[in-house]
């Protein structure tokens, strides 16, 4: 199994830039994670689907930031326009039912 | 409210000595817990759960977990540590009598320093 893939795994860009991460779950897997993570808050869930419909996004910061899960395979989170205070790590995870989470490796994102 | 408490930011440790990593935890309904370790520039990996049953839960690496249910308490441990257990250690819950609910509650980490 691939594990959950993310991409790109580093993005720079220049601030008021559109900005999208993309994840690909575990196939079977029906649930998918968006998470935030930087040193001053830690790691903050942003959004999470149930097959594919979202059930809280009450994490996600701002009217910037929106994501799409249009099939059970892939995840798009989009910040536009981006700032630098959106610079962090944000990490896709997928589970099914009861079972761990499992989490991909990260993008690294950073808006000059 | 559901929430998770990690006490200590940083533990330091000798190699070769038993480590423990605390979490308690606040959750309405059936407690699921977990465990997941973060090394540096990676992301988060999972270590153990407890959904049910025995109360002490064996996970990887070596590391364990017991679930205390009149203490609220799901601590991490192992019975000697490694210079490369040096991590984050994150602890998380989510009631399990939420349904469809699969909202993870997360501590804030415990940097976990072994020295050699």
């Known amino acids: 199994d691939a594990g959950v893939i993310q991409s790109p795994r580093h993005e720079v860009t220049e601030m008021g830039q559109e900005v999208t991460l993309r994840c690909k779950p575990i196939?079977?897997?029906?649930?998918l994670f968006w998470y935030r993570q930087t040193m001053m808050r830690g790691l903050e869930l942003l959004i999470y689907f149930n097959n594919n419909v979202p059930i809280d996004d009450s994490g996600m910061p701002e009217d910037r930031f929106s994501a799409k899960m249009p099939n059970a395979s892939f995840s798009t989170l989009k910040i536009q326009p981006s700032e630098p205070r959106d610079s962090a790590v944000y990490f896709c995870?997928?589970?099914?039912?009861?079972?761990?989470?499992?989490f991909g490796p990260g993008t690294r994102l950073t808006v000059t | 409210a559901q929430s998770v408490a990690q006490p200590e930011d940083q533990v330091n440790v000798a190699e070769g000595n038993p480590l423990t990593v605390k979490c308690t935890y606040s959750v309405s309904g059936n407690p699921y817990l977990f465990w997941y370790v973060q090394y540096p520039n990676r992301g988060l990996q999972f270590l153990l759960k407890?959904?049910?049953?025995d109360n002490l839960v064996k996970g990887s690496y070596g590391f364990e977990a017991e679930f205390n249910k009149s203490q609220t308490s799901f601590h991490l441990k192992k019975p000697s540590a490694l210079v490369s257990d040096s991590a984050l250690y994150f602890c998380a819950v989510r009631d399990g009598d939420a349904g469809n609910n699969r909202k993870l509650i997360w501590g804030l980490g415990t940097s976990l320093a072994v020295n050699p």
């Open positions: 995870a997928s589970s099914k039912e009861s079972r761990a989470g499992y």
């Open positions: 407890y959904i049910t049953g």
């Open positions: 196939s079977g897997h029906n649930s």
